[in-house]
């Protein structure tokens, strides 16, 4: 048998370059501008020191010869030999490239198969080189163009200084390489992303996007000219200043308010990497930032480099030893340097995330609310998930170090369950306590929950993440703050409870979850013994589609008389009735009107337990006054605990604006129904020291009178009570609420001002809104700290001035404070100006009475004009805005109080507690 050897042949080299080059660059002519880029870095490389810096330079320029456009790319490195040109530009995979990479790590090409992008171009490319004087064969010294017109065979032509002056257009090329792409006239594929290296503006976003970080400038020109710098030249992590122009020029979004710059090294393994985190309120759906391997981007939005919950972050990092595929269009999966990569940069994200929580909490306190559940979640699935375990590790380090900087709700005495929570940290209530402290308490170590320091010296921390607003209520009266982490989601709760169980971990404070105490329950005979007590407020409250029970109980805190539970808790009902009840004012044992309103309601569903408590000494004294033998006592017993079972009604639904407002007006009521329990026992006593002491009648007869007289006294104060109470009347009204729009924020919750000028202001306010109401006729009823609720009779208002009083209230507030220089200087320090009034008119029946501590209202259209107030987007930005309800509308203007073509229809409002939806008006200017 004959034998033969030789080498392999490609007969169709175009076809097979086609398939070379799609495999590799995937058709994609930016690529193209990226390999031409990198193989003239590493020619500017390889000159090193023997050419100086600002002599070292790449352009990238568009221009047409004969009218044909071409692209072409210029550097001011080593240049090219004959030989090598054919070497290199002849064949495929110049393994010598490999070999200078050795002594060149800084080469960011290593298999000399760059040059194939140009392809994607281009047939016709053509390359003017000359070396730089000293570095190669001084025999050669000339110009060398090296050209192709159909990607298979080549030319390699040595020119003269004349020929290679015409070639450049009178561009003289002294050392380095040029290499020209003529376009083709049309492209099968990618043809848009080709045009974009046809423009100035295009070339510009291809050299920022992948050679942003190279050390030489790259100026990119059109035609002739000089062209201008795209890249940054310098390192972004150097300094603030280049980090932030880095920034602007590589996302172009809101500028971040912290930046992170570090550097990071490995001298035992030779990893090196360096990079800036930018902390934006722009957030990040899928965290990345853009990897570079030796200043040249492989990655621009690398998902593994940032843990999934830093959602507010973004960033570049630059790593020279990593490994990259021969395209360097990604890293190689298993590469030790990317594994050490990715732990370097979990740690950096984790201190960087420090420093800004305390440089920068502010800022990131405001971001905190749209970005706090979905920062959890990411977070707890990497603390829990076991798959990747350097994430895991990550996870639980940043729970440790930096989970006690995370915001969440706190709750105290004065904002309780349902007002509106303060975001604070766990470092921050940790420091706060310490502070409160004294020696011997911090020293005061204990195994006991309610103690403030644990065995181990930490401060504890307690939170619940109880759903129910009245074991919530019950937990702020014993431990006076504590964090609420049941509220929106259970997402915060998890993170409380994870940082709990690293236990021992946590060296500063320790976590602890409180529940409500539970209610207990009392002997059979000590029940018994409240039986006429139980059942008389199982008559007393009736709730319209509601089911109750009265169960006697012992339960803490020892100073609540009644509590109202539901027994299967309807969260999103208690939120619907609370909703309904919201601004309706401070009214104590308004049990018909509540009821009538309680009517009005649907499908409120639940069933009410109402605890009564056998410790509390108040219910303990109407115990003995209702099962008592005077007649007198048990009636007063009687309409005492009528008052306070309504109460507890009202505290229940969420009836007043503030907690603390509950605390004023329950400890009122409390305080009038002992007076009057000590009054009957007075009486009662001097009776029956009369009756025994017959014997001694003429020494005790003034005791006697004096006792009759109270008695009398106490029987008119009751009969003017219940004359003052028959007084009270339902009338038909327009009802007036108006808000301050933003003081809950602006003035009751500034920090800038004292508590003092503060509430000083607001009764500046509502005395001057109050004055104004007066003058037309109005009946001004409360003022909440929020708003100012009056009504408008037919039979008290000035018909002529009610208009003019609504419309003039903001400029008399506004003309008021100007001629005040107490509260200029107030506003002035709180940096805020006057608010802007809202009014929401309705009309209707109203009870009107003087029950409680001043006069008070209740009625729908009361509700109805609260929901008015509600529906901003009727209202204008600035100044005072008047809305108004049809029948507020028809009635106004049939008592005289408007011209009714003075209001036109704005809309209509739907809301809880509104039959229907109503037609809105506001003034027609």
Known sequence: MTGHSGEITIKDVKHVMDLLVGSLYGHDPHLTVREMIQNAHDALAEAGGNLPPAQKSITVRVAALDRQPYLEIQDTGVGLTGPEMADRFGRIGDSEKLKRAVDHPELIGKFG??????????????????????????????????????????????????????????????????????????????????????????????????????????????????????????????????????????????????????????????????????????????????????????????????????????????????????????????????????????????????????????????????????????????????????????????????????????????????????????????????????????????????????????????????????EKDLLIDQYKELFDVGRESQNHALVFKAIQGLGSEMPEVALVEVQASRFGEVAEGEAHRWREVRDYIQRLLVFSGRQHEVRVEAFEPVATPILITDLKIDEKQVTAMRDHLAGMGNVPGIGPQLLAFLDQMANQGGRLIIHVNTRNELMIRLLEAITGPSADERTAGQDALSLIAWRAVIDYFGWTSTRDMIARDREYTHSIIRNLLESRSEAVRLRTESDTNRASLDDLRSQRDAAVTKAQELADSRRQERETAEASQTVEAICCFIDMDGSTANLMANPHVAPGDRDRLLQWLAGQLATQIEACGGQVISFTGDGLLFLLTRAAAKPQAVWPALCGLGPHLAAAAGRDEKTHRDLAAMGVALPNLRLGLSSGQVFVGPVGPGRNAIGLGIVEAARIIAAKDHYQAQGTTLLASQQAYTHGAAWGFWNAPDLVVAGQVTGHGLPAPLNVYKPLN
């Open 113 to 470: 198969i760059g040059f194939l992008s140009a392809f994607i171009v281009a047939d016709h490319v053509e390359v003017l080189t000359k070396t730089q004087d000293g570095s190669h064969d001084p025999a050669d010294g000339g110009y060398w163009l090296w050209k192709t017109e159909d990607q298979r065979a080549w030319q390699l032509t040595q020119l003269k200084p004349a020929e290679a002056t015409a070639w450049t257009a009178g561009d003289p090329l002294n050392h380095g390489t040029r290499v020209r792409l003529y376009f083709r006239p049309s492209y099968a594929l990618n043809a848009d992303r080709v045009n974009d290296l046809k423009t100035v503006d295009g070339l510009e976003k291809i050299v920022r996007l992948y050679c942003y970080l190279l050390p030489f400038p790259i100026y990119v020109a059109l035609g002739g000219d000089r062209g201008r710098v795209a890249n940054l030249v310098r390192d972004p992590w150097q300094s603030e200043d280049l980090a932030g122009e880095a920034f602007k020029a590589l996302f172009g979004k809101n500028p971040p308010f912290f930046t992170w710059r570090f550097e990071a090294k490995d001298p035992a393994r030779g990893y090196s990497a360096a990079g800036v985190l930018y902390f934006c309120e722009q957030l990040n759906r899928t965290p990345s930032v853009q990897l570079y391997v030796k200043r040249m981007l492989v990655n621009a939005e690398d998902r593994q480099l940032i843990p999934p919950y830093g959602v507010m972050v973004s960033g570049l990092v630059e790593c020279p030893q990593l490994e990259v595929d021969l395209a360097r269009r990604q890293v190689a999966p298993f590469d030790p340097a990317y594994k050490w990569l990715r732990q370097q940069m979990l740690t950096q994200f984790e201190q960087a995330f420090l420093q800004m929580s305390d440089r920068r909490f502010e800022e990131f306190q405001g971001l905190w609310p749209r970005i706090d559940n979905s920062f959890i979640v990411h977070l707890m699935d990497a603390y829990h998930g076991e798959a990747d375990e350097p994430l895991q590790a990550a996870a639980k380090s940043f729970l440790i170090r930096a989970g006690q900087r995370l915001p969440f709700y706190l709750v105290d005495t004065i904002s309780g369950s349902q007002g509106r929570p303060l975001w604070r940290t766990i470092a921050e209530y940790a420091t706060k306590r310490k502070q409160e402290l004294t020696e011997d308490q911090l020293a005061r170590r204990s195994n006991v929950t309610a103690e403030p320091v644990d065995e181990h010296g930490r401060i504890r921390v307690f939170f619940t993440a109880s759903q129910g607003p009245v």
